[in-house]
């Protein structure tokens, strides 16, 4: 397997040094909350110390990655202040990536294809492709998320601009209901034989 120094991701994002939380649990810049939390939970069956499916060595690779990696990731991405911090960074970064006069050098396929057809759908379908295999064999987890980075740094870059998604609260004015009809004392004992 992999020493722990390659725990530290060197492509993507990592090469502005941003660490890149959305590439650790697979998920892309855009999703919302809710898809951090089934994602964070999601990793958690598979990673955690508890899960007895795991060799021993596997178990203790799967430790560190929950611990190194994914933990740290969801910390930043599930509290709203810490993420809403994080996305300002990665906004400004959008901006100066805009300002070089040459693209990002990426190796990943699927970062070479948004350059092309920088479009969020596709780059959400890229971004569930490698997701979808990125913890599947530990000794590729840092592989895969070096790839997920760097099909971010590219949509940073191809993209006009770039916002969370909003949670927005919709709150139905109250309803003011007529009021009931008055029951006749002679059906108030029928209505008590109904019940």
């Known amino acids: 397997m992999e020493s722990s120094k390659s725990f530290k991701l060197t492509r993507g ?4 040094d941003v660490v890149d939380h959305y590439a650790v649990l697979g998920l892309p810049i855009t999703c919302e909350v809710e898809e951090i939390r089934n994602r964070f939970k999601a ?3 598979s990673l955690h110390p508890d899960v007895y499916s795991l060799s021993t060595v596997q178990r203790g690779w799967a430790t560190q990655y929950y611990a190194k990696l994914v ?4 910390k930043i991405l599930d509290n709203d202040a810490s993420r809403n911090e994080y996305f300002a960074t990665l906004r400004y970064l959008a901006i100066d990536l805009k300002k ?3 693209p990002p050098t990426v190796q ?3 970062a070479q294809k948004l350059v092309r057809f920088a479009h969020e759908v596709n ?3 890229y971004v569930a492709e490698v997701a979808a295999k990125q913890y599947l064999s530990l000794s590729k987890v840092v592989e895969y998320t070096n790839e997920l980075s760097e099909i971010n740094l590219i949509f940073l870059y191809t993209q006009a601009e770039i916002s969370q998604p909003i949670r927005i609260k919709v709150v139905a004015p109250p309803i003011s209901l007529p009021p009931l009809p008055q029951i006749s004392p002679r059906a108030q004992p029928k209505i008590q034989q109904a019940e």
């Not at 933990?71 to 969801?74: E, I, L, N, Q, S």
């Open 108 to 110: 990943s396929e699927w």
């Open 100 to 102: 070089s006069e040459h």
């Open 71 to 74: 933990t740290p990731a969801y």
């Open 123 to 125: 780059y959400r379908q």
């Open 43 to 45: 990793l958690s069956k």
């Open 13 to 16: 994002l990592a090469v502005k």
